[in-house]
């Protein structure tokens, strides 16, 4: 497709825009001439330029940017921008298209906003080959599912690499947001939530975080009132109590959460609950019938 004032210019829009919270609306690639101005404008949709050669101004929120190879700017919507292609060395970008309130959220996790729209130093050959591959796709015309998954997936992977080149703001952000103490502790809970089932030594994680045992269940418990122990105990009987309305066996609600011993499982269960597992599963059932009776 034609531009005026571009040496080249291409664009592939999606044609199959559903009603989603992450839609790929068009994606492409230009070369304006000298001194090639757009704006100032606003758009509805969330569009994202990475310059691929040569130089340009990004004017944003009352700040000018001068950008170049491997910088990337994002115009987020409803919000006043322009920018220009130098005078000497004019810019060559190529862009994507995005809306749906996911496209935000995502884009936020990247530590791109409407206050920082910038990402510099990236790899430009290989962030190129992704705005490319999502213009095939486009392109392709693969239907509305498979063409949705897909550019869905590559938009995905360009944002990661946002968010790597973005990892210093990244962590500095979230040590703002945190202290020492809490982030540990955070990581913590993640880990014991997940990895419940897992043997596990309160000794050896705390020395994962740099923590002596002590200090760490003590930080621990000033942030969550329990211990270490308690809290991933707490974990496992509350998983076991979700287990124990299915159909396995005590044996295998305790391997699932975590207890190799089902007689041990049980001697805690009960000091947890204060019913054996069997008796907690008799009062479900009970509970069940009664429910059916009425």
Same mark, same amino acid.
């Given at each position: 497709?034609?531009?005026?004032?571009?040496?080249?210019?291409?664009?592939?829009?999606?044609?199959?825009?559903?009603?989603?919270?992450?839609?790929?609306?068009?994606?492409?690639?230009?070369?304006?001439?000298?001194?090639?101005?757009?704006?100032?404008?606003?758009?509805?949709?969330?569009?994202?330029?990475?310059?691929?050669?040569?130089?340009?101004?990004?004017?944003?929120?009352?700040?000018?940017?001068?950008?170049?190879?491997?910088?990337?700017?994002?115009?987020?919507?409803?919000?006043?921008?322009?920018?220009?292609?130098?005078?000497?060395?004019?810019?060559?970008?190529?862009?994507?298209?995005?809306?749906?309130?996911?496209?935000?959220?995502?884009?936020?996790?990247?530590?791109?906003?409407?206050?920082?729209?910038?990402?510099?130093?990236?790899?430009?050959?290989?962030?190129?080959?992704?705005?490319?591959?999502?213009?095939?796709?486009?392109?392709?015309?693969?239907?509305?599912?498979?063409?949705?998954?897909?550019?869905?997936?590559?938009?995905?992977?360009?944002?990661?690499?946002?968010?790597?080149?973005?990892?210093?703001?990244?962590?500095?952000?979230?040590?703002?947001?945190?202290?020492?103490?809490?982030?540990?502790?955070?990581?913590?809970?993640?880990?014991?939530?997940?990895?419940?089932?897992?043997?596990?030594?309160?000794?050896?994680?705390?020395?994962?975080?740099?923590?002596?045992?002590?200090? #760490?269940? *003590?930080? !621990? &418990?000033?942030? /969550?009132?329990? +211990? $270490?122990?308690?809290?991933?105990?707490?974990? @496992?009987?509350?998983?076991?109590?979700?287990?124990?309305?299915?159909?396995?066996?005590?044996?295998?609600?305790?391997?699932?959460?975590?207890?190799?011993?089902?007689?041990? #499982?049980? *001697?805690? !269960? &009960?000091?947890? /609950?204060?019913? +054996? $597992?069997?008796?907690?599963?008799?009062?479900? @059932?009970?509970?069940?019938?009664?429910?059916?009776?009425?």
């Amino acid at each position: 497709m034609e531009n005026p004032e571009h040496y080249e210019y291409r664009i592939q829009i999606n044609p199959y825009l559903l009603n989603a919270d992450l839609n790929i609306t068009f994606a492409g690639a230009a070369r304006p001439e000298p001194g090639h101005k757009i704006g100032p404008a606003v758009h509805p949709y969330i569009l994202i330029h990475t310059v691929e050669s040569g130089y340009g101004t990004f004017v944003w929120q009352g700040k000018s940017y001068r950008l170049g190879q491997g910088d990337t700017f994002v115009i987020f919507p409803g919000v006043l921008f322009s920018y220009q292609a130098d005078h000497a060395e004019p810019w060559s970008y190529c862009w994507v298209a995005v809306q749906g309130p996911q496209a935000l959220e995502l884009l936020k996790k990247t530590g791109v906003s409407t206050t920082d729209p910038i990402v510099r130093g990236a790899d430009t050959e290989h962030l190129v080959s992704l705005y490319e591959t999502i213009e095939r796709v486009l392109e392709q015309q693969l239907g509305e599912a498979v063409t949705a998954l897909t550019t869905d997936g590559w938009f995905r992977i360009l944002l990661a690499e946002f968010a790597r080149l973005n990892a210093y703001k990244l962590r500095y952000s979230s040590a703002e947001a945190l202290t020492d103490s809490e982030r540990v502790v955070e990581q913590a809970i993640r880990w014991f939530q997940t990895q419940y089932m897992l043997p596990v030594s309160i000794e050896q994680l705390a020395a994962s975080f740099g923590y002596h045992r002590t200090h #760490f269940t *003590k930080v !621990f &418990k000033q942030l /969550t009132s329990l +211990s $270490p122990k308690q809290y991933i105990n707490q974990v @496992r009987m509350e998983r076991a109590k979700e287990l124990l309305r299915t159909n396995l066996s005590i044996e295998q609600v305790g391997n699932s959460c975590g207890f190799t011993d089902p007689l041990y #499982f049980s *001697k805690q !269960f &009960k000091h947890w /609950t204060g019913e +054996s $597992p069997s008796r907690f599963r008799e009062g479900l @059932r009970r509970g069940v019938d009664g429910e059916n009776t009425k």
